[in-house]
């Protein structure tokens, strides 16, 4: 385990702790989890075509989010894996020379970026919920109540939902 | 049988899938009916013209990987194409 899957591993425990009793955050960020596990598990076993199959498992959590996704801020995150789809085309296609070459360190540092977007973003929304839910008189959490009012839109259904015009 | 004609095919087919699906990550259609019709009309595009852009356009080698992305890349794009046709034909009014 090298530097960035220890800091990413703590990330991860962080925003699973701050968000204990949603389980829309705990689903998400254990997919993202379990991409990333796999994605750096076939990158370090040597086998070819690494970015095909990170960008495989993100897209597959994009489907997931779409299909599943109840409210706005879930929407994100099928942004932010979105992002991560492309990254990882776009290097696969550099990789294969159809277009030019992007680096391997800003892969890594995109992906990275990408990855802690996620972290802060899921965890950040899961902790709204406790937040929201404490009692008026812990006047610890005034500030932050006067947070999640200014973000609770975030926290309304999504827009539309997926196939919204399916019964026509 | 010609094996290698099956297995190219089957390489195209793989490929249009993958742009097919992949397009669908970037642009999920607003119906079921629409998903279906999507992804036929892509999955057909990277079959019949994924090999023509290759070969004509992008110049690139005749090696499995290039056939699979070509085709994908031709499925992608023809998603994107063909929600664009039909936003235009919907948003035409006609005379009055």
């Known amino acids: ?168 | 049988m010609d094996w290698t004609g099956l297995l190219v095919g089957m390489i195209k087919a793989l490929g249009s899938g993958l742009g097919a699906f992949l397009a669908l990550v970037f642009q999920p259609p607003p119906t079921t009916r629409d998903l279906f019709i999507r992804s036929a009309f892509s999955f057909a595009s990277g079959m019949i013209f994924g090999d023509p852009l290759r070969e004509q356009y992008l110049k690139w080698p005749e090696r499995w990987e290039y056939w699979l992305a070509s085709a994908a890349l031709v499925a992608l794009v023809s998603w994107a194409v063909y929600g664009a046709a039909i936003r235009i034909i919907g948003a035409y009014k006609g005379p009055k």
């Open chain 1, 1 to 168: 385990m090298t530097g960035v899957d220890t800091s990413l591993l703590i990330g991860l425990c962080l925003a699973l702790a701050v968000s204990v009793g949603d389980k829309r955050a705990w689903g998400w960020l254990l997919a993202g989890a379990a991409s990333y596990t796999v994605s750096v598990l076939y990158w370090r076993s040597g086998l070819p075509y690494a970015p095909f199959v990170a960008g495989m498992c993100d897209a597959l959590i994009c489907l997931a989010v779409y299909f599943r996704a109840k409210y706005r801020w879930e929407m994100m995150v099928w942004r932010i894996f979105q992002a991560s789809v492309l990254v990882n085309i776009i290097y696969l296609g550099g990789t294969l020379n159809a277009w030019p070459s992007l680096s391997h360190n800003a892969y890594s540092i995109i992906l990275e970026l990408i990855n802690w977007a996620a972290l802060l973003w899921i965890g950040g929304n899961g902790a709204f919920q406790p937040v929201g839910e404490s009692d008026a008189s812990f006047t610890a959490a005034r500030p932050l109540r006067g947070l999640r009012r200014a973000l609770s839109a975030l926290h309304e259904p999504r827009a539309t939902p997926a196939f919204h015009k399916a019964g026509r």
